[in-house]
C-alpha cells in the first residue's frame, strides 16, 4: 500500500521540499537520493504534526500575502494550479505553511475541490475558501489570490501599526496596573486595619478602593469562566447574531464594515473588467465578505441583481452600506463605469479603515496616560489620607 511522505532536502545547494507517494520511510529516501535529492527530513502524512507543525507558529498575514502573490504570479504565467503549489511550497519558510499547500495540492490531484482543500487547512481565513467556492480554475483564480493578497497585507501594516503604537501604552498599563493591585491588595488593608484598631473611621475614598478591590478579587476568578465563554459562544450565540453585534460597536464595527465594503468592491470591480460572467462575479463578492451577517444580508438579494435590477437600487435594500458607497455606485451605472466606481470606492473605504486607525491610535496614548494617572492618584490618596489620620491620632 502507498503512502505520502512531506519531505525537506537539498538539491545541489538549493533547499527543495515536496511530497512522494511510496510504500514506506526506507522507500522514500532511496527513491529521493535517485532523483538527486539529499533528504533531511521525511515525514509520513498522518505523523506529519509530530515533527514539525507542532513547534512551527501559525503563518501570519505578511506570510500568507506574500504566498498568495506568488500564486497569482505563476498563475498569470500560465502555470498549472498543482505545479504552482508545489513551487510556493518549496519556497516558504514556514513549516506550517509548506505543508498546507502541499496537503491541498495532494487533495486537488486526488479530485477534491479547491474550494474544499482550502477549507479544509485551519491556518486560511473562511473567506477563501468561500471565494474559490465560486471560481474556476483560470482567470478567477488569479483574481482572488491577487485580491487576497493585497487585503492580508492591509490587514498586516494595519496590525503593525496597532501593536507598535500600543507597546508603550501597554508596558506602562501593566507596571501601573501591579503597582495598583499590590497596592490595593497589601497596603491600603493594612493602614486601614491599624485606623480602624484606633477606634479612627476610614475616609471615603479609602472605603471605595477597598470595595474596588474586592470586586476586582471576585472578576479574577471569574476571569476564567469569561474566557471559556468566548471560546464557546458559538454554541450560544449564532454567528450571524454574533457578527451583527460586532458591527454595532462604536469603532471596531466600523473598521469591520469598511474592511468588507471595500474588498467586495474590490472582487466586483476587477471581476467584472476581466469579463467574468456578473452571476460568477457577484458570488465571488458576496462569499469574500468575512461577516456573516452582511454576506447572508446582500446574499438574500442576489436573486434581484440576477434578474436585471441596478446594483445600486439592490445594495440600497440592503440597509448595511453607507449612503457615500451607493452613490459612487450610482454614479457608476449611470456612467457606464461601474468597474472604475467600485474600484475608487475600494479604494476610498481602504483609506477610511487607514484615517480612522491613526486617528485612534493618536488617541489611545494620552487617553491610557490620564486614565493611569487618575487611578495612581486615586491610589495615593487613599493611602495617605488613613496615615494623615493615624498620625494625627497619635499625637492627640
Not at 506574500?66 to 498563475?75: D, N, R, S, V, Y
Not at 487533495?107 to 477534491?112: A, L
Not at 457608476?332 to 477610511?352: C, H, I
Request: aromatic share 10%; glycine share 4%.
Amino acid at each position: 500500500m502507498m503512502k505520502e511522505f512531506y519531505y525537506e532536502g537539498y538539491l545541489g545547494e538549493k533547499k527543495v521540499k515536496g511530497s512522494i507517494k511510496e510504500k514506506d520511510r526506507h522507500s522514500t529516501i532511496l527513491r529521493l537520493r535517485e532523483q538527486g535529492i539529499v533528504p533531511i527530513q521525511v515525514y509520513e502524512k498522518e505523523n506529519r504534526y509530530n515533527y514539525s507543525n507542532l513547534l512551527t507558529k501559525k503563518p501570519s498575514e505578511e506570510e500568507l500575502s506574500f504566498a498568495f502573490l506568488q500564486m497569482h504570479t505563476l498563475l498569470k504565467s500560465g502555470v498549472p494550479l498543482t505545479r504552482a503549489l508545489q513551487l510556493v511550497s518549496s519556497q516558504i519558510e514556514n513549516n506550517q505553511l509548506s505543508y498546507s499547500l502541499l496537503r491541498i495540492k495532494s487533495g486537488i490531484e486526488s479530485g477534491k475541490s479547491i474550494s474544499d482543500s482550502f477549507k479544509e487547512e485551519r491556518i486560511f481565513p473562511e473567506y477563501i475558501s468561500n471565494m474559490l467556492k465560486s471560481a474556476q480554475t483560470g482567470e478567477n483564480l488569479e483574481i482572488i489570490f491577487r485580491i487576497t493578497s493585497d487585503f492580508l497585507s492591509t490587514v498586516y501594516q494595519i496590525k503593525s501599526r496597532i501593536v507598535s503604537a500600543l507597546i508603550y501604552p501597554a508596558v506602562v498599563i501593566v507596571f501601573s496596573f501591579l503597582s495598583v493591585l499590590i497596592a490595593t491588595t497589601f497596603v491600603v488593608p493594612k493602614i486601614a486595619s491599624v485606623l480602624s484598631s484606633f477606634g479612627k473611621e476610614l475616609p471615603l475614598i479609602t472605603k471605595v478602593v477597598l470595595l474596588l478591590s474586592k470586586v476586582f478579587s471576585y472578576l479574577v476568578f471569574l476571569l476564567p469562566v469569561l474566557l471559556l465563554g468566548f471560546i464557546l459562544k458559538d454554541r450560544f450565540i449564532s454567528r450571524v447574531s454574533y457578527d451583527r453585534f460586532i458591527l454595532r460597536l462604536p469603532v471596531v464595527g466600523k473598521i469591520v464594515l469598511f474592511f468588507n465594503i471595500s474588498r467586495f468592491a474590490r472582487i466586483l470591480s476587477i471581476s467584472l473588467s476581466s469579463a467574468t460572467p456578473l452571476p460568477t462575479a457577484i458570488n465571488m463578492a458576496i462569499n469574500s465578505l468575512s461577516n456573516q451577517f452582511l454576506r447572508e444580508r446582500i446574499d438574500s438579494l442576489k436573486g434581484e441583481i440576477l434578474k436585471g435590477k441596478s446594483l445600486t437600487s439592490v445594495l440600497s435594500k440592503a440597509d448595511v452600506f453607507p449612503e457615500l458607497f451607493i452613490n459612487l455606485l450610482k454614479t457608476g451605472e449611470e456612467s457606464s463605469k461601474l468597474e472604475e466606481m467600485l474600484f475608487t470606492a475600494s479604494e476610498v473605504y481602504t483609506r477610511q479603515i487607514e484615517r480612522t486607525v491613526d486617528r485612534w491610535l493618536r488617541l489611545i496614548e494620552p487617553l491610557a496616560m490620564t486614565l493611569i494617572g487618575i487611578i495612581i492618584a486615586v491610589i495615593v490618596i487613599s493611602v495617605i489620607l488613613p496615615m494623615t489620620e493615624l498620625s494625627i491620632g497619635v499625637r492627640r
